[in-house]
């Protein structure tokens, strides 16, 4: 309706592109809302204040992109709508990826009808896209479906042979099957292929988590410590980060104060026991990656 009413209007090419957007980025319903408000409302200046909180709030959602370019245009900043129209066209592009990263973080955080969910809504249009049969694979091993999950993990490992997140699934896949020998081969191409990571990229983000809880599972040692880095991922990037870093300030400052307030020898052995569990939480798992990669 929205791309017929713009037809009428004038807007020929932004229609013919909007009937081509991904459908599966409607799901949102407050995205939804807002794109409608933005670009039905007549005052310019209000419309374009709900077009860049549209933004704000659905930063990889491409209608949010595409709301604030029609709003821009309909203000004649055609600079800026002609950027924002950039930013929509390439959100569009990558939008099957951005899905199965939530697919993935469902799954991580054992939200599995909602993974389902999105699953089945982002095989309507982008069942051929690799990234969307990663993450069914996914969920089809978190529902026990595992030779399903492995005939297809097989093969997008042949196709990719560079993705530690196929890596790591396929590990998985072959430890609850048995084939121990196999999936220590695989985790070692989980490693190598692990990129670097950091505090403002999601997809390098996922990755390690997936690899903390591949290495959960082959790992005993490692389990304890996959149950308290599974509570942390829901803040996702750069919450995460920012959390994790209040969490040990805090522990910190307690050690501190109460440093003060408990009779010797409880303070020194207070520390000990929060500079292991530190250590073990933090880097055990960067320790064992590091040797595999070795």
């Known amino acids: 309706m929205l791309a017929d009413e713009l037809e009428r209007q004038g807007w020929r090419q932004e229609a013919a592109l909007l009937r081509r957007f991904p459908r599966a980025a409607w799901d ?20 374009e204040k709900i077009a860049r909180r549209l933004v704000a ?131 070692r191409q989980m490693a190598k292929f692990l990129p670097p990571l950091s505090f403002t990229d999601a997809t390098a983000f996922l990755a390690h988590a997936l690899a903390k809880q591949t290495l959960a599972l082959c790992l005993r040692w490692l389990r304890p410590k996959w149950w308290i880095e599974r509570w942390w991922l829901k803040w996702q990037l750069p919450r995460y980060f920012l959390a994790v870093g209040i969490l040990w300030g805090t522990v910190a400052v307690l050690l501190a104060c109460l440093r003060f307030l408990l009779p010797l020898p409880f303070p020194p052995l207070l520390t000990i026991l929060a500079l292991m569990a530190f250590l073990y939480e933090r880097f055990g798992d960067a320790f064992i990656l590091w040797r595999l990669r070795g």
């Open 28 to 47: 949102d319903e407050l995205v939804r809302g807002m794109f409608v408000a933005a670009t039905n409302v007549k005052d310019v200046r209000r419309a």
């Open 57 to 187: 709030f659905a930063p990889d959602n491409p209608f949010a992109h595409l709301a604030l370019a029609l709003v821009l245009l309909r203000a004649e900043k055609v600079g800026e709508a002609a950027r924002a129209f950039e930013r929509a066209c390439h959100f569009a592009s990558t939008f099957p990826h951005y899905r199965a990263q939530k697919i993935h973080l469902a799954c991580l955080l054992d939200r599995l009808e909602e993974a389902q969910r999105l699953l089945r809504e982002t095989l309507k249009e982008f069942a051929d896209r690799w990234e969307v049969q990663l993450a069914q694979a996914h969920v089809w091993l978190a529902f026990g479906k595992t030779e399903q999950a492995l005939r297809l993990l097989r093969k997008i490992v042949r196709h990719r042979p560079a993705n530690p997140l196929a890596y790591a699934l396929l590990t998985q896949a072959l430890w609850q099957q048995g084939a121990r020998e196999q999936a220590k081969e695989t985790l």
